[in-house]
């Protein structure tokens, strides 16, 4: 089905994406824990995590995906960046700061974190939206920055991953022009936070599965009654996927809440029988090797499916946010003509591969480190990407380029 755009439409015009140094294996970690490794691979629907060296962090692959963004854009029109994380580093001081230090972007610029949970980069994607429509001569820079991190033993561990996507939101957008209509939807719902001392998640994982798939049917009913698009005129759908698996069951549940047959095939899995076909597998090819990316997650299936999929022009794609807590925005935009990249899967894919594989005990090891900043300490020079985290001084926390 194909959609229109406004006169002057809004949206996404460019999108880096990036992830840390280490990878886990998850049938290394199910072989160690003596768990059968087909739970992750198909119970789960992940195959890796991206896993932070002791000198990566959100700034870090924050920086380095913006990186990627400024170098193709420049920075005309560049007012403000919104950085979404769950992960913060600081309590107060925004991690957007150093980013914009680190990648020597000009002193008028208006800076910002903003958090809940996993859904704060849809919150910001909208913010950037409506500072470009006051003024379509400015363009914010979104960035979705997280590690996600749950305690050794605990079922969420093979949930655990990192990334970073940066997003350039501006008039004309070259990638997706965001549609009006929103549908959104807050429960207050304990089913996953992280109190203020909590370096890991605090997490009632069935309870947050069944509190995702309500959110999302408030979400995408508030979309209809907003006169958002009917299911049928939605091309392509895409989730937040703490696992791929999850997009699947949400796929599953939006199919009944709509009564519509939708295809339920994950990557290697048969196609549903008189299904149609929403992208749900090129959707979760990142995410598998990524692991959960919290506020970046459902961007890094944008991604995903931008790079992987070439016949979206013209095509509606919607866009399924959940963060626990609970809140919930379903929103849908038109893919651009000209934006399909052929080299960007193999550049991703280049960088997933890229990875070192850490063992179990090392990864046990580095997971179980907590440094406290009472001390300052520099920390290891273990990272090749652009930036890294050089420890910490005064309890302040210490950037550098690599
Ligand atoms: N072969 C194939 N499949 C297997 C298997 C095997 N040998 N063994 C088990 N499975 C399947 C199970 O049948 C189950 O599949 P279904 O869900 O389709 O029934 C799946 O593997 C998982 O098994 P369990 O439910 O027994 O797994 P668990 O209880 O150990 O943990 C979890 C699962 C609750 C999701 C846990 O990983 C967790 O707490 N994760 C963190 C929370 C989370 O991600 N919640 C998602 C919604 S909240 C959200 O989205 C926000 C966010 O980012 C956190």
């Known amino acids: 089905m194909t959609g229109s755009t406004a006169a002057t439409s809004i949206g996404i015009h460019d999108l880096a994406?990036?992830?840390t140094h280490y990878a886990v294996e998850l049938e290394d970690l199910a072989n160690a824990y003596g768990i059968e490794p087909a739970k992750f691979r198909f119970g789960l629907g992940q195959d890796q995590f991206s896993f932070p060296a002791p000198d990566e962090?959100?700034?870090?692959?924050?920086?380095?995906?913006?990186k990627q963004i400024i170098e193709r854009n420049g920075v005309t029109g560049l007012r403000t960046i919104m950085l979404a994380t769950e992960s913060g580093v600081d309590q107060s001081k925004a991690a957007a700061v150093p980013v914009q230090s680190l990648l020597g972007l000009p002193s008028e610029i208006r800076?910002?974190?903003?958090?809940?949970?996993?859904?704060?980069?849809?919150?910001?994607?909208?913010?950037?939206?409506?500072?470009?429509?006051?003024?379509?001569n400015e363009r914010v820079l979104v960035i979705a920055s997280d590690v996600a991190r749950y305690q050794l033993d605990s079922p969420g561990e093979p949930t655990q991953g990192a990334g970073a996507v940066a997003m350039l939101v501006s008039a004309d957008p070259a990638l997706l022009a965001i549609e009006p209509a929103a549908g959104v939807f807050t429960a207050d719902i304990d089913d996953f936070w992280r109190p203020n001392?909590?370096?890991?998640?605090?997490?009632?994982?069935?309870?947050?599965?069944?509190?995702?798939?309500?959110?999302?049917?408030g979400a995408w009913n508030d979309l209809q009654a907003q006169g958002g698009p009917a299911i049928e005129d939605v091309d392509r759908i895409l989730y937040h996927q703490p696992f791929t698996k999850m997009a699947k069951k949400a796929q599953a549940h939006l199919a009944k809440v709509t009564n519509s047959a939708l295809d339920l095939a994950l990557p290697g899995e048969e196609k549903t029988e008189n299904a149609r076909d929403t992208g749900l597998a090129n959707g979760t090819l990142y995410n598998r090797r990524l692991g959960n990316s919290y506020t970046a997650s459902l961007f890094a299936g944008l991604a995903a499916l931008l790079h992987h999929d070439s016949e979206l022009a013209g095509k509606r794609v919607a866009l399924l946010s959940y963060g626990s807590g609970s809140v919930s925005e379903a929103l849908t935009g038109i893919v651009q003509p000209g934006y399909f990249d052929a080299e960007a899967s193999a550049r991703f894919s280049a960088v997933l591969d890229a990875r070192e594989t850490i063992t179990i005990e090392a990864y046990r090891a580095l997971h179980a480190t907590e440094r406290s900043s009472a001390t300052d300490y520099e920390t290891e020079r273990v990272t090749n990407a652009p930036f890294r985290f050089a420890g910490v001084t005064g309890q302040a926390r210490q950037y550098e380029a690599n």
């Open 57 to 66: 962090d959100i700034v870090t692959m924050a920086a380095a995906a913006a």
């Open 197 to 217: 001392d909590s370096t890991t998640a605090v997490v009632d994982g069935h309870l947050s599965m069944s509190a995702y798939l309500d959110a999302m049917t």
């Open 17 to 19: 994406i990036t992830t």
């Open 111 to 136: 800076v910002v974190e903003m958090k809940q949970a996993c859904y704060a980069g849809t919150a910001a994607l909208q913010a950037a939206l409506g500072i470009v429509a006051r003024n379509p």
